[in-house]
């Protein structure tokens, strides 16, 4: 199970040969738009790299897809010490095939992880599960990064709320195009997020912290399927230029 956040994944790309064999099962259990996710959407998309998650495909050449596992975590916590997780609230797990495709072994993992407690479930198409909690993550992550605020106060003020539809928006077209359509308007989201109260985001947790922060799966990973797609995402790069200018002044963000 890897379940580190995406600035960390090259690293662990490079060492994780020993741990695997023809049969293992790698679970990744993380943020954003994973390297592997065009392997499930399509034969239009085969084979696509994406550049700002795996610039030299080296995650790719060390990590087979047929044996990845997406796993989309619905569990809010907090790193309070190293070693120590903090379980704020949820618990759930979204398993899928890299592929796209449901298997057994999914469904024998699944039912595995219910019986160790989570409230787990299986995919059909774990890319579209990914693409949706992107959807929220996308947006709250770098504003509240970039203000230090919290997402209730993000979300109550009209200004920034139309901004974060506007990026939202760009993404639900791009979503359209590469077969992980979002049935929702950006309102029926930010209702659900308004249910969290005064939610302090990981990123904003990871600023604080000062520790780097995954910007290339959550935004910048978003620009580049909007380019391979022809879909403009003018509102997605302002955001992901003023996180990363903000993130490199910090020294968290490679420049």
């Given at each position: 199970?890897?379940?580190?956040?995406?600035?960390?994944?090259?690293s662990?790309?490079?060492?994780?040969?020993?741990?695997l064999?023809?049969n293992?099962?790698?679970?990744?259990?993380?943020?954003?738009?994973?390297?592997w996710?065009?392997?499930?959407?399509?034969?239009?998309?085969?084979?696509?790299?994406?550049?700002?998650v795996?610039?030299?495909?080296a995650?790719?050449?060390?990590?087979?897809t047929a044996?990845?596992?997406?796993?989309?975590?619905?569990?809010?916590?907090?790193?309070?010490?190293?070693?120590?997780?903090?379980?704020?609230?949820?618990?759930?797990l979204?398993?899928?095939?890299?592929?796209?495709k449901?298997?057994?072994r999914a469904?024998?993992?699944?039912?595995?992880?219910?019986?160790?407690?989570?409230?787990?479930?299986?995919?059909?198409?774990?890319?579209?599960?990914v693409?949706?909690?992107?959807?929220?993550?996308?947006?709250?992550?770098?504003?509240s990064?970039?203000?230090?605020?919290?997402?209730?106060?993000?979300?109550?003020?009209?200004?920034?709320?139309?901004?974060?539809?506007?990026?939202?928006?760009?993404?639900?077209?791009?979503?359209?195009?590469?077969g992980?359509?979002?049935?929702?308007?950006?309102s029926?989201?930010?209702?659900?997020?308004?249910?969290?109260g005064?939610?302090k985001?990981?990123?904003?947790?990871?600023?604080?912290?000062?520790?780097?922060?995954?910007?290339?799966?959550?935004?910048?990973?978003?620009?580049?399927?909007?380019?391979?797609?022809?879909?403009?995402?003018?509102?997605t790069?302002?955001?992901?230029?003023?996180?990363?200018?903000?993130?490199?002044?910090l020294?968290?963000?490679?420049?």
């Amino acid at each position: 199970m890897v379940a580190v956040k995406g600035p960390a994944m090259a690293s662990v790309a490079a060492q994780i040969a020993p741990l695997l064999g023809a049969n293992t099962m790698v679970l990744t259990a993380m943020n954003g738009v994973p390297w592997w996710f065009c392997d499930g959407l399509g034969s239009s998309f085969a084979g696509k790299r994406l550049t700002t998650v795996d610039p030299d495909g080296a995650i790719a050449g060390a990590i087979p897809t047929a044996l990845i596992l997406g796993c989309v975590v619905r569990a809010s916590c907090l790193v309070g010490a190293p070693g120590l997780i903090r379980q704020r609230h949820g618990n759930g797990l979204i398993v899928g095939e890299a592929s796209g495709k449901p298997s057994e072994r999914a469904k024998s993992l699944t039912a595995l992880l219910v019986e160790a407690g989570f409230q787990a479930s299986m995919s059909e198409q774990i890319q579209r599960d990914v693409w949706y909690k992107l959807w929220g993550n996308m947006t709250m992550n770098p504003i509240s990064a970039i203000t230090g605020a919290t997402t209730d106060r993000i979300l109550g003020d009209e200004l920034v709320r139309e901004f974060v539809t506007s990026v939202m928006l760009e993404a639900k077209e791009i979503g359209a195009k590469i077969g992980v359509p979002i049935d929702e308007a950006p309102s029926d989201r930010h209702a659900v997020t308004l249910q969290l109260g005064a939610m302090k985001t990981s990123m904003l947790q990871d600023i604080e912290a000062r520790k780097a922060v995954e910007l290339d799966a959550l935004v910048a990973s978003v620009c580049e399927l909007g380019q391979t797609t022809g879909v403009p995402t003018p509102f997605t790069s302002a955001l992901l230029g003023l996180a990363r200018v903000q993130a490199r002044a910090l020294g968290l963000y490679p420049g």
